[in-house]
């Protein structure tokens, strides 16, 4: 005879057992993700709990040095963020210096193209990797470098300065605050498309070159934007061209180098990373600070008589541009044949 199973009216079914584990079980999913709320919550309020340093890879008076003390002194995160000069190879010791810091988001850095483009493609041997060891923060500004020269060159154009190059091979040199910036790679682009010759003379920064470029010892200078237009406006070099493909409202009588040269565009650009691994509550709240600084009217006011563009971003829209622009210029510096010696 065959087994008979029998239910009482008030014995629970499987589905009537399991909803109220489903509603226990639903609260305390809920209850997790307040508490890795209220942790995220935390980690962002507790933050910064000692000075900032804020390293600029280059010497003071350029335009990584601007960038960065205008942020310093305008920043309010409770601590005050200090200003650190790091030099050297291109950028990449002080880059270097902030890769192997604490992912903490007290150690930042003011990054470059050079820094964090153009060097992985420049160098053989890079002590840092430019996209695993950094935490994009922001994109700050970017500006055209301007090609300037010593006022006893006699040139007043960029088709007079192809011309003479060609007329005499190797007589010039070019000035840069160091190799793989983007300074230097503007002049190796620049002879690439013109078929010309000179030779680069790299300093430790620009303020070393552009003595030697009044004083005649170097003849050409791909210097940024902010740093050379001043000198030119006050007569102590001669500006020829900018080298973004449209000219900067800071400069519109100057012509750009494309309009005699077709297809020449470098675009410097400077943006704010941190080392690799710092919590994702410090980055937007450092992201969030650089935004309201850097969108003051009387900072903006500042970038714009300087020539610097406000380019402000997300932190993955800069890590989307930095991608970009390693391809790019990784090809350029291919196809211009430069490596650092």
């Known amino acids: 005879m065959p087994i008979k199973h029998f239910r009482s009216r008030n014995t629970p079914t499987l589905t009537q057992l399991a909803s109220p584990l489903k509603r226990q079980l639903g609260l305390s999913l809920l209850l997790l993700s307040l508490g890795a709320f209220s942790a995220t919550s935390a980690v962002a309020q507790a933050f910064p709990t000692k000075p900032l340093r804020l390293v600029v890879t280059f010497p003071s008076g350029g335009a990584p040095d601007i960038l960065a003390r205008l942020f310093s002194e305008k920043a309010q995160l409770g601590f005050p963020v200090v200003v650190d000069n790091r030099p050297g190879a291109g950028g990449n010791i002080g880059a270097d210096n902030v890769a192997k810091s604490p992912g903490d988001g007290h150690t930042l850095v003011m990054g470059t193209v050079g820094t964090h483009s153009i060097n992985g493609a420049l160098y053989e041997k890079m002590p840092y990797d430019m996209v695993k060891d950094f935490s994009p923060i922001s994109l700050i500004a970017s500006a055209p470098n301007l090609l300037v020269v010593n006022n006893a060159l006699p040139v007043k154009n960029v088709p007079e300065l192809i011309a003479y190059m060609k007329a005499n091979p190797n007589k010039l040199s070019f000035g840069s605050p160091g190799i793989g910036t983007s300074v230097h790679v503007s002049g190796e682009l620049f002879k690439s498309l013109t078929g010309t010759t000179m030779e680069h003379v790299p300093y430790k920064g620009r303020?070393?070159?552009?003595?030697?470029?009044?004083?005649?010892?170097?003849?050409?200078?791909?210097?940024?934007?902010?740093?050379?237009?001043?000198?030119?406006?006050?007569?102590?070099?001669?500006?020829?061209?900018?080298?973004?493909?449209?000219?900067?409202?800071?400069?519109?009588?100057?012509?750009?180098?494309?309009?005699?040269?077709?297809?020449?565009?470098?675009?410097?650009?400077?943006?704010?990373?941190?080392?690799?691994?710092?919590?994702?509550?410090?980055?937007?709240?450092?992201?969030?600070?650089?935004?309201?600084?850097?969108?003051?009217?009387?900072?903006?006011?500042?970038?714009?008589?300087?020539?610097?563009?406000?380019?402000?971003?997300?932190?993955?829209?800069?890590?989307?541009?930095?991608?970009?622009?390693?391809?790019?210029?990784?090809?350029?510096?291919?196809?211009?044949?430069?490596?650092?010696?």
Do not use: H
């Not at 710092?278 to 903006?300: C, S, T, W």
């Not at 989307?320 to 390693?326: G, K, T």
């Open 207 to 341: 303020q070393f070159a552009i003595p030697d470029l009044i004083g005649g010892s170097i003849q050409v200078m791909f210097d940024n934007m902010p740093s050379a237009l001043p000198m030119a406006k006050e007569g102590k070099i001669r500006a020829l061209a900018q080298t973004t493909a449209t000219r900067s409202p800071a400069a519109p009588d100057v012509p750009t180098v494309a309009e005699s040269v077709p297809g020449f565009e470098a675009t410097t650009w400077f943006a704010m990373f941190a080392p690799a691994n710092v919590p994702r509550p410090v980055i937007d709240k450092l992201n969030a600070e650089v935004l309201r600084v850097f969108k003051l009217p009387e900072v903006q006011e500042r970038l714009k008589t300087l020539g610097l563009d406000p380019v402000l971003s997300s932190p993955a829209e800069l890590a989307r541009y930095q991608a970009s622009e390693i391809t790019k210029w990784a090809k350029v510096v291919k196809d211009s044949g430069a490596k650092a010696q």
